[in-house]
């Protein structure tokens, strides 16, 4: 059984450019979550995805969006790069009964850094 | 928007001691999570509490949920080296699934 990967592990970029993030889910499980992570602070929800869909959205601009695929793996696309983008953006994969307790598996973060 | 406030934000401790984590909110979570994160990697779970009033023990750690399930605290007994890291606590809004909230986390260094 694999866990959650993601790619790249590292990346730079300027500022206005666009970005895609991938991460592939835990072998079994149907949602994955995007967490931001800037330096210093907790995670903060960006949005969730489950068969497909957009399941809910934290407090992020439309630039950010977000894709998931047939075999579960997602993707987070970021346009018009901020310097304020910069941050370590954690994928998170779950089995979906609705709850509260649905195990979220982190993977190891993609560092971005926007100059 | 719900918030979780966690304190200390940084503790230094020698080992052997013993030592709180609290995490604060004026909303109502239908659970809280506690996670320990390492340089370069994404955080693990500890524990998941539910209940208000819910004590649960992890070998040196303890964990309790406040009875109004908007506060949370983390003892741990005896600190060792080894749990050097940071400890994010994350909250579940109501109906919400599992779409966490979490806090500020604190950093927490244990000298030999």
């Known amino acids: 059984e694999t866990g959650v990967t993601q790619s790249p592990t590292h990346l730079i970029k300027t500022r206005g450019q666009q970005v895609t993030l991938r991460c592939s889910s835990q072998s079994g499980h149907n949602t994955v979550s995007w967490y931001q992570q800037a330096l210093g602070q907790g995670p903060q929800f960006i949005f969730q995805?489950?068969?497909?869909?957009?399941?809910g959205r934290g407090n992020f601009p439309p630039r950010f969006s977000g894709l998931q695929f047939p075999n579960y793996s997602s993707e987070l696309n970021v346009n018009a790069l901020e310097l304020d983008d910069s941050a370590l953006y954690l994928c998170a994969s779950s089995l979906y009964s609705g709850g509260s307790t649905d195990t979220q598996y982190f993977g190891p973060g993609t560092r971005l850094t926007v100059l | 928007t719900q918030l979780l406030e966690q304190s200390p934000q940084f503790l230094s401790i020698q080992e052997g001691e013993n030592l709180t984590v609290y995490c604060n909110s004026s909303?109502?979570?239908?659970?809280l999570q506690w996670y320990r994160q390492e340089p370069g990697e994404g955080p693990v779970l500890l524990v998941t509490v539910v209940t208000g009033g819910e004590v649960k023990k992890l070998k040196r750690l303890t964990f309790q949920f406040g009875d109004a399930r908007k506060d949370s605290s983390l003892h741990i007994t005896a600190a060792q080296p080894g749990d050097t890291g940071l400890y994010l606590c994350?909250?579940?809004?109501?109906?919400?699934?599992?779409?966490?909230?979490f806090g500020g986390g604190t950093r927490l260094m244990v000298k030999p």
């Open positions: 909303s109502v979570f239908s659970s």
């Open positions: 994350a909250g579940a809004p109501n109906n919400a699934g599992n779409m966490l909230t």
């Open positions: 995805y489950y068969r497909e869909e957009e399941n």
